[in-house]
Structures are given as structure tokens and as C-alpha cells.
């Protein structure tokens, strides 16, 4: 396995494939998955000529199960350390839901001071901040994030088996074609990683306020977004970041669900790429 140990001693799993000469595509997961949520966006895009790379968060699928650091600013650090590990340039970030605020922290914290970014895409991401405070009077209450946290610590298994089964894809809505095998594989990658991590985690994707990463992010930026997510409600994330960032293109999904990239990866996809080349 292909891995880079961070200043505080943690062993980042990797995946790099494509020529290294190739314009890089560097994918964040979200909560609580593993680099291999993006597989079919990695292989389309390699197929485009690009290098396409992707770490599993710490705690996460293959890297350390450590019991610390689950915040932004240790994701953030633990991306940057990737990217100068293989010393990526004019790369394009990708981040999906709690990926998206990594992402987000990573170029404003990171990326974009060290002149290694071109351009971020977010989707359904979870940025400027979540929860529900009196700056932030649309965000979710925090009894939400408790009752997430409660399921976990309860059972785990069933937890990760229910989420993907009814919100995350919006298998929950009437009609709707239920894909078992993408299920499994949700179910699959949650269960590799680290209870403690996935607790703490649930803590740095709601609680986190991305405001003035936003506000200092100058790279042309693609906000995507269902209007169908049943977990990051988009009137109160892409809206208000499509708003805060200075170069922003915002594009809106008709009943599209949070895991829109799984789902309907046969649009995002040509979505994400003509935005590249643009």
C-alpha cells in the first residue's frame, strides 16, 4: 500500500494512478468513506489523460485508526502533507460533503498560499457551517449531530447500513429505484475505519465554520448540489458559499440526492470535467 506518515506520526493511505505528468485531480472523501467512494470518478478521469489521486482521511479506511486530530485543521494539514509528499501542482481539488470542507480548508489554509491549486469543485458540501447557531440561525440544530452520534456509539452496524439505505442516496423517497450492492459498498467502507474517528468527525464536519476559508478562496470554484439532499440542505451550504466565494459557478441538481456522484455519476462527471477545461 502506498502511504505517507504526517508530522504527528500517522500513516496516510494513498491512491496516485495516471501519468505523472498529467494534470493532477486530487478527490476528498466524506464522512464516514474511504478514498474508494470515488472510483468511478477516478477512472473516468484517468481515462481523460489525468493523474488522478486520493487519500483515505485519518482514522478512515486504510490510514492509522488514531485516537486523535479528527478536525479540520489535522485533515487539512494531512492533505497537504499528500500533495507535497508527491509534490502536486496546478492541481484541481474535489470534495464531496465533509471532503468538501477539507477541501476548502486545504486550499485556503494550504494550496492556495503555496501556488498549488487551479481550481476546487465542492459537492454537497458541507461548508460555510452546518449547525445551528445565532450567526447561522438556518444551520441544523445540534440535537441532530447528538442524535447521529448516539446511533453510532449505539450500533454501528445498523447505523451505517440505514444511512445509505434511506438519505444518503434518497432510496427513502417514493419511486425510488434502491441500489443494494452501492448499500454494501457504503456500508463496506464505513465499517473499515475507526469508530473514534467517525464520532469525533461528526463533531469537525458540523461544527466547523468555513466562512473566511471561503471568503479568501480566489481560485475559480464549481459549488454542485441536489436540491433533493437530505443531509446537507442545500439552502443553508451552496447557497450561502456560491455567495462567499470570489469566483464561484454555481450549479443546482433537480432532485438530486446527496450521493449524487454515485447516483447520477454519468452527469457530474462531463459536469466536473468541462468545468476543468474551462
Known sequence: MSTVTTKDGIEIFYKDWGPKTA???????????????????????????????????????????????????????????VVEHLDLRNTVHVGHSTGGGEATHYVARHGQPQGRVAKLVIIGAVPPIMVKTDANPGGLPIEVFDGLRKQLAANRAQFYYDLPAGPFYSFNRPGAKVLEPVINNWWRQGMIGGAKAHYDGIKAFSETDFTEDLKIITVPTLVMHGDDDQIVPIADSALLSAKLLQNATLKVYEKFPHGMCTTHADIINPDILAFIKG
Open 23 to 81: 494534470q493532477p485531480i486530487m478527490f476528498h472523501h466524506g464522512w464516514p468513506l474511504c478514498s474508494d467512494d470515488w472510483d468511478t470518478q477516478m477512472l473516468f478521469f484517468l481515462e481523460k489523460g489525468y493523474r488522478v489521486v486520493a487519500h483515505d482521511r485519518r482514522g478512515h479506511g486504510r490510514s492509522t485508526q488514531v485516537g486523535d486530530g479528527h478536525d479540520m485543521d489535522h485533515y487539512a494539514a494531512d492533505a497537504a502533507t
